[in-house]
């Protein structure tokens, strides 16, 4: 079972402890050089080594210097901020309804010129058809409680996903064919969600890969989006995250890069979603 959303904030903290800790010692140093280097007390110093107390910008950059590894200061420094901001709750941010989630990702969307998502359970927001996202959208606000504003909310993804037909711009998409076969909504919402899978992956600027469930492949992720390999958008049950700390950004990168090696596209996925579509009748 993957860990908690808050079980991932604390792992997160204690990489960038860990990571310091680390540094600390490739130089030589005792936690009494690093006090003696910076001006802390030792308790400050014991503290952020270990993880209990969350170090500033500046704080991580005195670390760094004190090691004489000024180098490692900006990849530390977006790794504890990961820590400190990637957690957000999709209770707080739905209070008022999934339209406002919806649209609060348009500048990054807008911004980006080259798109990787995987999936391993849903179509991805870019390639639903609103009758698809209305359903979906629908039992999340079910679920966690929230207003239900599933259909203007489905009009906010609609219209988001308009990006896929400007030029300058590449997307990336790999499925697991789970995700197609996952009935969301009706029999007809769904045959019509698999035929606009078809039509949408012939647009120049996008690539559409389904990983088969018969193929050897690394196991399911969460759903998660690249966006110019300089930040990650991870969705879990009851939160989402923001990744900007380089090495995360590099992890991710190569798991999307081994699952688009897994997926079949051309002929071969549409084929499986043909499949999948006579499955419905």
Known sequence: MPPSPSARIQEARDRVAARLREMRLDAGLTGRDIAARTGWQKSKVSRVQSGVSAPSDDDIRAWCRACEADDQADDIIAASRDAATMYTEWRRIQRTGLKRVQESRIPVHERTTDMRVYSSSVIPGMLQTHAYAQALLHDISRFHGTPDDSHAAADARVARSRILNRTGRTFLFVLEEAALRRRVGSGEIMTAQLGSLLTTSAVPSVR??????????????????????????????????????????????????????????????????????????
Do not use: K, N
């Open 208 to 281: 559409l890969g389904i990983i088969p469930v018969s193929a050897s492949a690394m196991w399911p992720l969460e759903t998660f989006t690249l966006y110019d390999r300089e930040s990650v958008y991870v969705e879990l049950l009851t939160a989402a995250m923001t990744i900007t700390a380089p090495s995360e950004i590099a992890q991710y990168a190569a798991a999307h890069g081994e699952m688009e090696e897994a997926a079949v596209f051309g002929h071969e996925a549409y084929r499986l979603i043909a499949s999948c579509v006579s499955a419905l009748s």
